[in-house]
């Protein structure tokens, strides 16, 4: 079936940003089909524009004008495949929201995902991210991913191994922009055991009997427990983390204990992952607001864009940050929202 493109110009993506930052694209495409994506893309090559492929916009951040092509992602559909007894394959379209799809595999009592309920975004996004939550990351349960290579002009499917995951990141981080994605395939179960080992999560649910648990009763907990963490962006516009927790070596880690015995800490199959809040709240950023953005006062991970900030307004207050953090103990913090337009985020020097 034929579906021809419908590209708008000079489009306000306000809208399409989780950090309400005022932006505009050159030119912007709401892509419902799949067969779009080789049309879209050429459309773009022949006119010598820059893609950016857009899901939720919750883990981007507009610091300038887009001068190219927008791709939103607005494909939908959801529906399982390969049912063998307790086992069954969840397909997600690139469009389809993420914490829906947590809440329908929950409720048909397919565990796997309930750990990752409420993060923002669409499913598309989640592979880009590995996201991950409360002992839980994607790459537990996906099996593979639809894509488009703009390198070969091909498409193709990618399984767990093809797409290098490790924490906060992927294939799709090393080589951006190379693969639209436009399907994922989740393995699910009924059978495998609740991940309930997350200290937060594991203190929640310690009042309720074990063999009442569901996914469902998992996914609510998680749900619980983030908004009283985490502010919803709909009433304070935030990228929920914006610094990933940093992997140190096992020595750095033990000169900071013998000044810092209370840092939190998390042991890796190579180093140890420490807290980034608990870095950004020892410098005294928990809180701090000025006339635009600021930090949020019960999570310091997340910075907020409380009055018409800009781009750069944020990524100023980002900088500031992470050379604080440099200054007292030594550690760069990594952002982990991609930055769109304008110079990126400042080094760190030192």
Same mark, same amino acid.
């Given at each position: ?39 879209? /893309?050429?459309? $773009?090559?022949?006119?010598? @524009?820059?893609?950016?492929? #857009? ?5 981007? =951040? ?125 393995? /699910?179960?009924? $059978?495998?055991?609740?991940? @309930?080992?997350?200290?937060? #999560? ?5 009042? =309720? ?142």
């Amino acid at each position: 079936m034929n579906h021809p493109l419908s590209i708008r110009e000079c489009v306000d993506l306000q809208a399409f940003n989780t950090l309400d930052v005022d932006a505009n694209a050159r030119y912007f495409l709401d892509l419902e089909h799949e067969e779009q994506v080789p049309v879209a /893309l050429d459309w $773009a090559m022949d006119r010598d @524009l820059e893609v950016l492929v #857009l899901g939720g916009g919750s883990n981007l =951040l507009f610091a300038g004008e887009f001068p190219g092509l927008v791709i939103h992602m607005a494909n939908r559909g959801r529906h399982w495949e390969r049912v063998d007894g307790d086992e069954a394959t969840l397909v997600l379209a690139a469009g389809e929201n993420w914490h829906e799809s947590v809440l329908y595999a929950a409720s048909s009592g397919y565990r796997g995902i309930e750990n990752l309920a409420l993060i923002p975004g669409t499913a598309g996004a989640a592979p880009v991210q590995n996201i991950g939550a409360y002992g839980v990351e994607l790459c537990n349960t996906l099996e593979s991913v639809t894509a488009y290579d703009r390198k070969s002009r091909q498409w193709c499917c990618l399984d767990t191994g093809d797409c290098r995951f490790d924490y906060r990141d992927s294939l799709f981080k090393h080589e951006p922009g190379r693969y639209l994605i436009t399907a994922i395939r989740l393995r /699910l179960s009924r $059978a495998r055991p609740l991940q @309930l080992g997350y200290r937060d #999560l594991e203190e929640y649910l310690a009042n =309720l009997p074990q063999k009442n648990l569901d996914p469902l009763a998992v996914a609510e907990a998680v749900m619980a427990i983030r908004r009283r963490k985490l502010p919803d962006p709909c009433q304070l516009p935030n990228a929920g983390s914006f610094f990933k927790n940093p992997v140190i070596t096992d020595a750095a880690y033990e000169a900071l204990k013998a000044t810092y015995p209370d840092m939190p800490a998390y042991p890796q199959r190579r180093g140890v992952k420490v807290a980034a809040a608990w870095l950004i709240d020892q410098c005294g950023w928990k809180g701090y607001r000025n006339e635009r953005v600021g930090v949020h006062n019960h999570q310091a991970l997340v910075l907020i864009n409380h009055s018409g900030g800009s781009g750069g307004d944020i990524l100023a207050l980002a900088a500031r940050i992470r050379a604080s953090v440099k200054e007292r103990f030594g550690i760069v913090l990594e952002m982990e929202p991609g930055v769109v337009g304008g110079d990126g985020l400042p080094s760190v020097s030192g």
